[in-house]
């Protein structure tokens, strides 16, 4: 069953970020997966590594974002779907990075990227050759 009933992507990606706040407040940089079929979301989550190699030595990465950025992300997140247009099925990937050491605290960055996906198998079109007699003579020719 869909915990989301049939709220609007929009509500359902808000609701993601709303989950994986926690998350966000921890990781440096990463990416937030969503997976949608039907315009419905079926499974999210965050791809990060918490380890840093820095002069040979590993760390955990510094903190993650505030929670003032997370809100930020997550009405970026939201406003960003406004570019998705007519697919169904697919992945929305929102890629973020915190800079630490810059002149302000921390700055962030976060983009965007969606992959609609297909399947052939499952439309009702079926190959029709528009020569058949080609395909006829190349498998004769073969025997």
Same mark, same amino acid.
């Given at each position: ?14 609701? &993601? ?52 950025? &997370? ?73």
């Amino acid at each position: 069953m869909n915990p989301y009933g049939s709220a609007p992507l929009a509500r359902q990606v808000d609701y &993601v970020f709303r989950q994986l706040e926690t998350e966000l407040t921890h990781a440096s940089a990463g990416t937030v997966l969503i997976h949608i079929r039907n315009n419905t979301v079926g499974k999210y989550g965050i791809r990060h590594n918490p380890i840093e190699l820095k002069n040979n030595s590993a760390a955990f990465s510094p903190k993650g974002l505030t929670a003032a950025q &997370v809100q930020e992300f997550r009405h970026m997140a939201v406003e960003a779907l406004k570019h998705k247009k007519e697919w169904t099925h697919g992945e929305i990937l929102y890629d973020f990075s915190v800079r630490q050491g810059t002149a302000t605290a921390s700055s962030w960055s976060a983009s965007m990227l969606c992959e609609s996906n297909y399947n052939l198998a499952s439309s009702p079109f079926r190959f029709e050759p528009k020569h058949p007699k080609l395909y006829e003579r190349k498998e004769a020719a073969e025997e």
